[in-house]
């Protein structure tokens, strides 16, 4: 199955504009980039999902190059209340499945 | 209703012990997931029920078994447990295995065994 990498950790501070970068080399065909936030001790949340080129909704925006061996989830104007993890997942869709990659821990500063 | 309500929040268990971890949806869902997640580590999954019947089991050990007792329920029977079982543990739906997005997570049962 193909794994997804990203950074361990990035910083921010309130109102900039984030951008975490994922790759992944061995995409198939038919799986999905989707990216998920968690807080601590919490359920990780989904934030948005998507095949290539770019699709945005009201929190985040998603930009996939025509190879789609990366993804970049970009966070507008973040608060401190984005401080999390994000999760860079594929849906592996030979066998149905989300499989986590390893996250990124946003920390965003005032 | 929008959610996956896991009960109990908190679990402290001794090694001899028997307990269960319950999961609920009433989202209409016709799938459901087990994940194991260990401190500052990445959810893994360990199993997938798919319209009440066992599809995935990650070769979790058989301390850990799961029950679907129907569409909106989901169990978790623990036995024997060790203390590196010791996680939160994440109970999450989907409408349906074909589906990639939209997974609804709980918020977990922090698991510890002492």
């Known amino acids: 199955l193909a794994k997804t990498t990203q950074p361990i950790s990035m910083d921010s501070y309130e109102g900039q504009e984030v951008n975490i970068t994922c790759s992944h080399n061995n995409i198939a065909t038919n799986d999905y980039i989707t990216w998920y936030q968690q807080f601590p001790s919490q359920g990780p949340r989904f934030i948005i999902q998507g095949y290539k080129t770019k699709v945005t909704n009201e929190v985040a925006s998603l930009f996939i190059p025509a190879d789609r061996k990366s993804s970049t989830l970009s966070l507008p104007r973040v608060s401190l209340s984005d401080t999390a993890v994000y999760y860079c997942l594929l849906f592996i869709g030979s066998a149905r499945q989300l499989t986590f990659g390893s996250g990124t821990q946003l920390t965003v500063l005032p | 209703d929008t959610e996956v309500t896991q009960t109990p929040k908190h679990l402290v268990m001794g090694m001899t012990n028997k307990k269960s971890l319950k999961c609920e949806q009433h989202?209409?869902?016709?799938?459901m997931y087990w994940y194991k997640q260990k401190a500052k580590k990445p959810p893994e999954l360990m199993f997938v029920y798919s319209y009440e019947k066992l599809s995935i089991n990650e070769s979790v050990p058989s301390r850990f078994s799961p029950e679907c007792p129907n569409s909106s329920l989901l169990n978790l029977h623990l036995h024997a447990l060790q203390p590196e079982d010791s996680a939160l543990y994440l109970c999450?739906?989907?409408?349906?295995?074909?589906?990639?997005?939209?997974?609804?997570f709980g918020s977990g049962t922090r698991l510890t065994v002492v």
């Open positions: 989202m209409g869902h016709r799938a």
């Open positions: 999450a739906s989907s409408q349906d295995r074909e589906v990639g997005y939209g997974y609804t």
